[in-house]
DNA sequence: CCCTCACCTTGACCTGGATCAAGTCTGGGG
DNA sequence: CCCCAGACTTGATCCAGGTCAAGGTGAGGG
């Protein structure tokens, strides 16, 4: 895990961000950007390694520019529950009052921009617009948890692998999906974490995923390429209407 | 559900508000409640009565002044998971965009206090603290949701309304649960909704509470009040430590 | 005071998903 | 090209919690 701040790369690294756009810098205009850069530092996170541990101080927030990440609350016993899979342009460390509500590891290589809190408050002072696009932020996310509450609490594993494999629809870029027939990509977590993510075990997910294969819902090619042979149906599923 | 607004008592509503000290509006000096009043009108909720529609226009954020309010999403045939319970100071309205997330009724009559969305823009242009206050409180709220999820996806039944009852403890005043080596308070609401908050059944609630009462853990006096006779191994459970 | 209705509890049984236990595939290294 | 380890799939069985079906209970109304 590398953290790098020398000022030859400073004033440009954010306008180059394939975060600028999406993420909370969008906020910041463009001649503000060296600005932006000086509060924050550019980290290198290796697969599987660590970065947020939860109940720790919460000193930082993310920007996810590169690779992705995945969130997780444990218990005692190790019973794992992933609340959420981070990836470009994504903003970490919301859930957080003074320590870290969650922990966070890299899923493959994922580069991270870090922003102290202290650097987030001079920049909010300063740029009264990126308070309000916290909120906005933090508001999206709590109407997601919302859903997530429901797939938990409420639905089956057939429901809820439905669901999940229409999140990673919409997570492709909007042409990809608007009344395509079918849609392809490929799913960068193993089976243990999609397990966790839906409150699941590693079998369930295996097995649901070979129902709708021998039911010509999906397509599996390898272990993570899969193609949505029937969208509207996976679709229907997910909201519980078959 | 009944509105007001009428002048004479907008000058003081806000002082002698029960959410004064702890809801969002403690993020506005005294000398300015005029303004806040202004901008809000309180609003009487009978029992049982659903003042938010989950997926309609999101217009206004609310503050629960008196009573509670029970908060939900639902699937298509019926199926209920219940988010949130709100009460005195809580704020409402951040999980939605366009749109609310989930849908609001009251739990018993409740009094809440109405803020159009273009009334907090008001307020938030005039006071910078609001903005940064609204964040925080949607950081808290997103802390308290990874719990949630984890309880929902990783906790069996007994974990869960081990949870659910320290969570209680936790809402009363806070000299009620130092280090008392028992615990009483009243459950608001009937078991049907602990069991759409809990993502169980009615069944399974009633029996496990009786199981915690036959070990001598809790004792239940009518339907409604509780005393955490062993607040210690409650909370064991509540964490999976037994 | 008793009726009644809504809510809760309890019991018997069932089942979706967990657990336990083999296989099987795949990709990277020798 | 083959071997090996890690990840996935599949099958057999189990069980926590759901479902179905009676009873209890208690607050409000006649």
New interface residues.
């Given amino acids: 895990m590398t953290s790098s701040r020398n000022p030859e790369e400073i004033h440009d690294r954010c306008s180059h961000c394939i975060g600028r756009k999406h993420s909370i810098c969008s906020a910041i205009e463009d001649c503000d950007l060296a600005i932006l850069a000086s509060e924050s530092s550019r980290m290198t996170v290796p697969d599987g390694r660590s970065f947020i541990e939860e109940g720790s101080p919460a000193h930082d927030f993310f920007v996810v520019t590169d690779g992705r990440v995945k969130l997780f ?1 444990l ?3 190790g ?3 992933i ?1 959420g899979f981070a990836e470009g342009g994504d903003f970490l460390g ?4 003074t320590s870290y ?2 922990g966070a590891e890299a899923l493959g290589t994922a580069v991270l921009c870090r922003f102290p809190h202290a650097s987030m408050q001079r920049l ?1 002072d300063r740029f ?1 617009n990126l ?2 696009r ?3 932020e ?6 997601l ?6 797939l ?4 089956t594993a057939r429901e809820r692998l439905a669901t999940f494999l229409m999140e990673r629809i919409h997570l492709l870029a909007p042409p990809c999906h608007a009344n395509a027939s079918q849609v392809e990509f490929d799913l960068p977590m193993p089976r243990t974490d999609i397990a ?1 993510y ?2 699941l075990t590693i079998e369930t997910v295996s097995r649901v995923l070979s129902a709708f294969k021998r039911e010509g819902l999906i397509n599996i090619r390898g272990i993570t390429h899969i193609t949505i042979m029937q969208p509207e149906r996976i679709s229907a599923i997910a ?3 078959e």
């Fill in positions: 609350t218990l005692p016993d019973r794992r529950q609340t919301l859930a957080a009052s509500a969650f909010t009264p308070e309000h916290l909120r906005q933090a508001s999206r996310e709590l109407s948890m919302q859903a997530r509450l429901t938990l609490g409420r639905k966790d839906l409150g909201e519980g209407l």
